[in-house]
């Protein structure tokens, strides 16, 4: 009989289905009981995506004040926003169903190119299993919401994959094309894959010149094609390198791997150490990667210095890579076997022989029974409730452009704006500011104040609670137009 041509999958392929079932899962935790968008970003990308499509084209008027025009110079998630209102309008889902289920679809697409590039060293499955473990939180965010840093995180292991394993000018064209995507759609992605892949780039310029220099012009190519937008950043950001920053209060990064667990870490240290042992260059690209990217952030953490979005979302991919490393610490702790002299001795051999992968199931078990609870039990906040968001459809539907303004909680105007098109007041989106207390103010003080409204060009006003002024009327339950 003639062996067969067809290529067989991995023997433990078996595994990736309750993979991407604990992947899908651990993102759609903050989205079990809650059919709306979760974080403030999921909503300040709607806005964006919908007024982008009501204006045809990428530069578009902002649509919470409606003030200023925006474009490829001032919205730097842009091409986010545009790929996801493209993909609303051509596919006719709903923007609650992509805003619940979409990020757990990515995650699911991001696991299996995790497990494409790791499987080429053969601890495809144990890496996969510690990428579905990054956590989501309200600071960093991560793969449960539908946000920049988390489409992006999916295009680091293919990249990685194609500038490790395959070499010519259609892989150089394809790293080209994810670069240009990363920019499109979050700069900080597209700076961690080139911090990422330098040391494995400079690895290579002795030995094979030509790939690195495929990889560095795929990686610096499409940098040039928006640096006309960008070109009046680049002195503010430089000037940024040399002065400290403020370190952000609500992104540690010891907490941040205490979240992520202890024990992925310490099997990150192993798989470094047996990455580095092993030898090649693709273990060490993988190795001096992840120390280029822990060095960033170490250097922003202890001395302040760097860029402080690129601290915050770096941590993210700093958490996929020690995944993917702590696989190798997984797999090698599978490998282990005790002498053969001692298996001989032993009443159990087939125990002894299997040592190894024992250490590995017990390992697993613990990690996935800490983790997993500890992801349940992570608290995030909800913008609004059925009812704001029964009522801001209504508005959409039935108020008239004639009334385009509007006051509300500022925690909920984000979703207002999103939902209804309409502008408001102010929106809250880190610390309140003198709006938003005004806000708050008029609001808790029963909307007695005409004069407010109408220096501030507000005709709708939205409150659960007590509103008592003959000037507005109530024209649906909460929702009040300011009469002539």
């Known amino acids: 009989m003639e062996p067969s041509d067809t290529p067989r999958l991995p023997r433990d392929s078996f595994l990736l289905l309750p993979l991407m079932g604990l992947a899908f899962y651990i993102a759609f935790i903050p989205h079990q009981s809650y059919a709306y968008p979760v974080h403030i970003d999921d909503w300040i990308h709607l806005a964006n995506a919908e007024a982008i499509i009501r204006a045809g084209s990428t530069t578009y008027t902002e649509p919470f004040f409606g003030l200023a025009v925006r474009g490829l110079s ?6 986010f926003q545009l790929f996801w209102g493209i993909f609303h309008q051509i596919s006719g889902i709903s923007w609650l169903t992509i805003f619940r289920y979409f990020p757990g679809i990515i995650f699911i697409i991001t696991i299996l190119s995790t497990y494409a590039l790791a499987q080429r060293r053969g ?39 194609l500038a490790f394993y395959t070499k010519g000018i259609w892989s150089y064209v394809v790293l080209g094309i994810f670069t240009c995507f990363l920019v499109a759609i979050h700069a900080p992605s597209a700076i961690c894959l080139v911090i990422i892949l330098i040391p494995y780039l400079l690895i290579n310029v ?30 503010p950001t430089a000037k940024g390198l040399l002065a400290a920053q403020v370190l952000p209060e609500y992104v540690d990064f010891p907490l941040v791997i205490k979240t992520y667990g202890y024990i992925p870490m310490a099997l990150c240290l192993l798989g470094t150490f047996w990455l580095a ?16 990217l822990l060095a960033m952030l170490v250097t922003f953490y202890t001395f302040h210095y760097g860029i402080s979005i690129m601290y915050e979302r770096g941590l993210i991919f700093m958490m ?3 995944g993917i490393v702590a696989g190798a610490g997984l797999m090698a702790i599978k490998s282990i076997s005790l002498p053969a002299s001692l298996v001989a001795w032993c009443n159990r051999p087939v125990i002894t022989r299997n040592i190894g992968k024992a250490l590995c199931l017990v390992l697993v078990a613990v990690v996935l029974a800490i983790a997993i609870p500890d992801r349940q039990d992570t608290r995030y906040y909800q913008l609004i409730d059925r009812q704001d968001y029964e009522t801001f459809v209504w508005v959409s539907e039935n108020i008239g452009e004639e009334h385009s303004k509007a006051l509300l909680e ?20 880190a610390s309140p500011t003198v709006e938003d207390q005004s806000a708050s103010k008029f609001l808790t003080q029963g909307c007695r104040d005409t004069a407010f409204l109408r220096e ?29």
């Open 456 to 484: 501030n060009g507000i005709t709708i006003v939205y409150t659960q609670g007590e509103c008592h002024n003959p000037d507005l009327v109530e024209v649906h339950e909460g929702v009040y137009v300011l009469g002539e």
């Open 277 to 292: 042992m092993r030898g090649g260059r693709s273990n060490y690209g993988l190795v001096l990667g992840l120390l280029a």
């Open 410 to 429: 500022p925690a909920k105007a984000a979703s207002f704006s999103a939902l209804t098109g309409k502008h408001v007041y102010t929106w809250m989106h």
């Open 123 to 161: 601890f495809g499955w144990e890496a996969a299993l510690f990428t579905c473990l990054i956590p989501t939180t309200i600071g960093i965010l991560g793969p449960a919401f539908l946000v920049p840093v988390a489409m992006g995180m999916l295009f680091i292991p293919l990249s990685l994959l």
């Open 206 to 235: 002795k030995g094979n010149f030509r790939h690195s220099l495929g990889i560095f012009l795929a990686l610096l190519i499409p940098f040039l094609a928006p640096f006309p937008w960008i070109f009046g950043m680049l002195l």
């Open 74 to 79: 001032s919205n730097l998630e842009l091409g």
């Open 320 to 322: 996929l890579l020690v």
